[in-house]
């Protein structure tokens, strides 16, 4: 058992091997760095978070917090981004963190109620699930935000580096290892599915209530986010 990324300079050698075996009509696929923390944090509150459908929902607006709380989840610079060639600007990314069993989201440090909110929903069903027993690891590879530029979809891209991040992430040198993510839309959902992930569990969003009231009611066709798993 192994819960030690390997080290950082064989991690980008086995994402240079991985990105030469995807082509991108005038754009680039690249490892996350210090660097890009700032474009991505920009990308995904311009062209993830207008379409997310639970974010949209209940009108949550990411703050200085969100950034804090974003850049700490990432810090591991894992996340794979594909950038143009033409402008530098990011195009997609499939950003990957990595959860910890003896260190869970400490909701009462947040102080937005909105994100709370999220939270407290992607939360709900953590100890019953139990991820980390079923898999027998105490290290999570978490599939956190899958987006793509507004300009450049319906390409095919969010498929192309969803599979890049599935082989990058058989390289991290995690044993056993194991692959969480949340789905919180259909298009999102249907990548996870093609790509062999099991279905442990689907919260509804009409069935979802706090004080007996519905929580998220407007979520157009998205009707429920789904969690998967995959074992490496």
Sequence with gaps: ?????????????????????????????????????AD??????EHFHPDE????????TADEEYDQLATMIHKDNLSLLLVSDKTNEIIACRTIGLGHRD????????ENEK???????????????????????????????????????????ASKIFQAALLFSKELGLKPAFI?????????????????????????YDEYKVDDEIVFKDTGIHKSTKVYVKQL
């Design 1 to 37: 058992m192994s819960d030690k990324l390997r080290p950082r300079h064989e991690l980008e050698q086995a994402f240079n091997s991985i990105a030469k075996r995807f082509e991108f009509k005038d754009a680039h696929l690249e490892l996350m760095s210090d660097g890009r923390q």
């Design 40 to 45: 991505l944090l920009t990308f995904i509150k």
């Design 53 to 60: 459908p639970l974010i949209k929902c209940i009108g949550y």
């Design 103 to 110: 260190e869970p989201y400490d909701l009462s440090e947040l």
């Design 115 to 157: 994100l709370v909110t999220l939270f407290k929903f992607f939360t709900h069903k953590n100890e019953e699930m139990d991820i980390y027993k079923r898999f027998n690891t105490d290290t999570s590879i978490d599939f956190l935000v899958l987006g793509t530029h507004k300009d450049h979809r319906k390409q095919g891209i």
């Design 180 to 204: 969480h993510g949340d789905a919180t839309g259909v298009y999102s959902q249907r990548i996870f599915e093609k790509s062999g992930f099991e279905t442990l569990h689907t919260f509804k």
